[in-house]
Each structure stands twice: as structure tokens, then as C-alpha cells.
């Protein structure tokens, strides 16, 4: 099997970012791990009173998740793909910009899409870290 991406590693020690939910009652965390350019290069949700395989099931796509950032997926075409999906925890969230979600990856995916993330990315990227991305994935294409 040929890799048409390299796996693109975070620094041993990183900059992170934990934002605090809750949605329809149920508290999770959400913590973003970031590479030194400031995109997002891991996730990890932890909810706080989730059953072993929901927890499973949630760690199982953070995992896949990361992956794929890691080798180069833009953050946005992943959200895409997990925004509307439909279990419970469903219903009114503690957050203002997202007063709704249909599941904890609906409510994930419209978080990375935030505004939060978008400036948190903007303020550690310079304009190099910026060429290198935008080179990387035009040859990727």
C-alpha cells in the first residue's frame, strides 16, 4: 500500500487547548492538541459520565480523527463528514454559538469550524507556517 501523505508528528511537548460542554445536561471536555504552526493535530474528548462503550466508541474516533489530521486531512473537510450525525447526547448546549447539536460529533465538528479555533490558529500561524501548509496540500492534490 503506497502513502500518497507523510505522517506529519506533534512536538513532544505542544500547546494544547481544553473547552468545556455540556450538552442537554451530559459535561464533556473537548482538548485540541496543536502542532507548532497552531492547526489542530489531535483530539481527545472526554465525557464525564458516559458508559465504557460510548467512551470506547468516542476515544475510537478521536483516535481516527487525529489520524487524519496527522496525515494531512484539513480540519474542516473531516467536520464536514461527522456535522448532523444524529445519537444521544442530543439537545441545548452550554454554548452560545452552538445553541444545538444533534450528537456529541455534531456539537465537535461545528466547535472546530468556531471562530475560537479559526483565531486560535490565525494568532500562532505565521506567514511561512502558512506557505508550507497551503505547498504541502497543493502537491498532496
Do not use: W
Not at 487547548?17 to 451530559?26: D, P, Q
Request: glycine content about 8%; charged content about 20%; aromatic content about 8%.
Amino acid at each position: 500500500m503506497t502513502s500518497l501523505n507523510t505522517r506529519r508528528t506533534l512536538s513532544s511537548t505542544r500547546e494544547s487547548m481544553t473547552h468545556k460542554f455540556s450538552i442537554n445536561g451530559h459535561e464533556g471536555y473537548l482538548t485540541l492538541g496543536l502542532f507548532d504552526d497552531g492547526s489542530v493535530g489531535e483530539i481527545f474528548i472526554k465525557m464525564a459520565k458516559e458508559g465504557s462503550t460510548l467512551s470506547g466508541l468516542i476515544q475510537g474516533f478521536c483516535r481516527a480523527f487525529s489520524l487524519c489530521l496527522q496525515f494531512g486531512l484539513p480540519a474542516a473537510d473531516a467536520c464536514k463528514r461527522f456535522e448532523g450525525m444524529r445519537f444521544d447526547p442530543m439537545g441545548p448546549t452550554s454554548n452560545p454559538d452552538i445553541p444545538n447539536c444533534s450528537s456529541i460529533l455534531d456539537y465537535v465538528s461545528k466547535y472546530l469550524q468556531s471562530s475560537a479555533v479559526t483565531s486560535l490558529q490565525e494568532d500562532s500561524q505565521t506567514p511561512q507556517a502558512q506557505n508550507s501548509a497551503a505547498t504541502a496540500f497543493s502537491e498532496a492534490v
